[in-house]
């Protein structure tokens, strides 16, 4: 949509509204898309033409865009309270069933659930408690964070720095010193030539012990991750991954952190990412998924020796000093409590096993035609379908053909969102998605793969 008319709202929108992770001189160019509405795993723009959600929003809305249910648990607890705090011994009632029921899913053994609103500030809380854990146990030095090329913590400036990516940190002057990055686990690309997968995820504990050698192990605090990263372009570790690297932070009293703000709440094919990956952390963050993000609630889950240092800390009668005017929102938790009654009256986990490996074979058999697919990876319902020039020796595209970004927009031609990174396509749909679901996103996909590959003047595989 070039050129937005003058005073519609498209103008306005490039007039007074600074959009996130967009660049502004081309969206004034392009104006915004704007969606109005949503019924299911479909949303429908301002002119009423209607597109398959195959992103879920932002990696966020499992239940679809138009749950009854929530809107209702949303309404209700709005009679009751408008907005209670957890300030000062203070609780809404529903914030303790909340922080039961978190509590009783975790895999961390006697947790504790902490309350934010959003994914940034539940990894910063994460990074706040290892400082405490560290500090109390007589080991103040223990400060750095390691983080992974690739990953995605959030927007705000130690999420940021724990971010993998160049673009959260350019403009900004951003790592924060102290902040670190190790290799990601990439299995497609990050191999050596005649390097198998033992001898990868060995070089990957290798580089991190290497690392903790570098900048002192009596300096680093914790070590964090995406169990499947999401925004990095759907990395699944190799098997053995976390175990090896664990293995490596354990031997340097390093906590373990796990970002689910994407995994968690069955994303994955488990209840959690860490469950898929073999992943044992001492905290975890969560957000997204845990209300469907029909109100902006996050949490973080922290284990028996981070709850005993707080306590240390503060034996002298001193507050915890940290805290969000919002946590444990009356209505944000209703929201969530009932988003998790959803997920267990589906059944969440063996139906995202389902409709998982029915889009993972539909998306391998486009694949297997097509002269331009390396690699269909994944888990569960977070998948992602790379394109490169050569699939044969895994080499790139040119970046100047963008061929990610030409995907997207013949796409959304084709009334499907997707999320291109690169050159590798995102597919994250809501979890209530059915098989007839599934084959639409199918058939969208493999409508786009065709018109790409057309204007790229790509041979199909079957043709060759
Ligand atoms: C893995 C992960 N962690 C953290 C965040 C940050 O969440 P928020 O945008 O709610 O701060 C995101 C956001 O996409 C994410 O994907």
């Known amino acids: 949509m070039p050129n937005p008319a003058p005073n519609s709202a498209e103008a306005r929108d490039v007039l007074y509204h600074l959009h996130s992770q967009t660049n502004a001189q081309a969206h004034a160019r392009s104006g915004p898309l704007v969606m109005e509405r949503g019924e299911g795993i479909h949303v429908f723009d301002s002119n009423g033409k209607r597109y398959l959600e195959a992103m879920a929003g932002l990696w966020c809305t499992s239940l679809g865009f138009s749950e009854a249910r929530l809107k209702r648990a949303a309404a209700e607890a709005y009679d009751r309270f408008g907005f209670y705090h957890t300030f000062n011994h203070k609780t809404p009632a529903e914030t303790i069933e909340l922080a039961e029921k978190l509590v009783s899913l975790s895999p961390i053994p006697e947790a504790q659930a902490y309350f934010a609103t959003s994914g940034s500030e539940a990894t910063e809380t994460m990074v706040k408690l290892a400082w405490v854990y560290h500090a109390v146990r007589g080991k ?13 913590h959030g927007s705000t400036i130690v999420a940021a720095s724990m971010c993998g990516m160049p673009r959260m940190h350019r403009e900004f002057g951003l790592p ?4 670190l990055h190790t290799l990601c686990p ?4 990050g191999p050596q030539p005649d390097e198998d997968m033992a001898g990868f995820v060995a070089r990957l504990a290798a580089a991190l012990e290497e690392m903790i050698q570098r900048e002192g192990p009596e300096t680093i605090a914790a070590f964090i991750a995406e169990p499947i990263n999401a925004g990095g372009g759907v990395i699944v570790p190799p098997a053995g991954y976390f175990p090896a690297i664990e293995a490596v932070l354990r031997r340097h009293d390093i906590l373990v952190l796990a970002d689910e703000v994407v995994c968690g709440f069955g994303r994955t094919g488990h209840w959690w990412g860490s469950e898929t990956v073999g992943m044992t952390p001492d905290m975890m963050a969560m957000a997204k998924g845990i209300s469907s993000s029909y109100f902006p ?7 028996k020796p981070i709850q005993d240092a707080l306590a240390e ?3 002298g009668g001193e507050i915890f000093g940290h805290g969000f005017t919002n946590s444990g929102h009356p209505v944000g938790v209703a929201v969530a409590l009932e988003t998790i009654r959803i997920y267990e009256e589906m059944d969440v986990v063996p139906h995202v096993r389902a409709m998982g490996a029915r889009l993972r074979g539909g998306l391998e058999a486009i694949a297997a ?8 990876r994944g888990a569960g319902l977070i998948l992602g379908v790379e394109m490169v020039a050569d699939p044969a020796r895994r080499a790139a595209f040119d970046p100047a053909l963008k061929v990610g970004a030409r995907f997207d927009a013949e796409a959304l031609r084709n009334g499907l969102v997707i999320r291109p990174m690169g ?3 995102a597919l994250c749909p809501p979890l209530i998605i059915d098989e007839a679901g599934v084959d639409e996103i199918l058939d969208l996909f493999s409508r786009t793969l065709r018109a790409v590959e057309a204007g790229l003047g790509a041979p199909r595989a079957a043709a060759e």
């Open 176 to 179: 924060l010193p102290g902040f």
């Open 369 to 376: 035609e097509s002269g331009i697919v390396g690699q269909v």
């Open 423 to 425: 050159d590798t396509i």
């Open 140 to 152: 103040p030095g223990k400060r750095k964070v390691i983080a992974r090329d690739r990953g995605f």
């Open 297 to 303: 609630i996050s949490a973080v889950l922290l284990g």
């Open 186 to 189: 990439d299995p497609y690309h």
């Open 313 to 315: 800390m503060n034996k």
